[in-house]
């Protein structure tokens, strides 16, 4: 069983556990600009930077996206996707006042399919529903090659370990 931690409490993750070495499930998202379907994962022919997040209506999460989105700048030629539980309207509002430019803002929110898919969603914790914080990184030929499963909710990803990844 793989977890995480809340404020230092374990928390289980539920769904199918994806590693590095496996094919990353294709799932389709909503993207917050439009609520047009959006694809992650799977085979996309361009590197892929998945970046989950429990909510962007927190500050650690909000850190983290405007951190991504500054990076992304310098990415070449990969498709990198925030995805959280939030509302496509909250993620759109929250895109719109920060500037968030660089990078595509999706929700899970329908069936989680995502969070299932990755294994990412959070059982039984005050927080049960909703993503833990993750990085994938998928190949051009849809393998993960990198996974962080950030070991503390409440804390930022390591980003120069996912940025060379997808490099």
């Given at each position: 069983m793989a977890t995480t931690k809340f404020k230092g409490t374990d928390v289980e993750l539920l769904g199918n556990e994806v590693n590095v070495g496996d094919k990353a499930p294709e799932v389709t998202v909503v993207n917050s600009d439009g609520l047009g379907d959006v694809t992650v994962g799977g085979a996309q022919g361009k590197k892929q930077l998945i970046i989950v997040v429990p909510s962007l209506d927190t500050g650690v999460c909000a850190t983290e996206t405007r951190n991504f989105n500054a990076?992304?700048?310098?990415?070449?030629?990969?498709?990198?996707?925030?995805?959280?539980?939030?509302?496509?309207?909250?993620?759109?509002?929250?895109?719109?006042?920060?500037?968030?430019?660089?990078?595509t803002v999706t929700s899970d929110f329908r069936n989680k399919d995502f969070a299932n898919a990755y294994g990412v969603l959070l059982g039984g914790s005050v927080l049960a529903g909703v993503t833990c914080r993750a990085i994938f990184v998928v190949d051009e030929n849809g393998t993960v090659t990198y996974k962080e499963i950030v070991p503390e909710i409440t804390e930022e990803p390591n980003y120069d370990a996912a940025l060379a990844a997808v490099q």
């Open positions: 990076k992304a700048a310098d990415l070449k030629d990969v498709i990198t996707t925030i995805v959280s539980l939030d509302l496509p309207f909250a993620a759109g509002r929250f895109c719109s006042a920060e500037g968030i430019n660089n990078l």
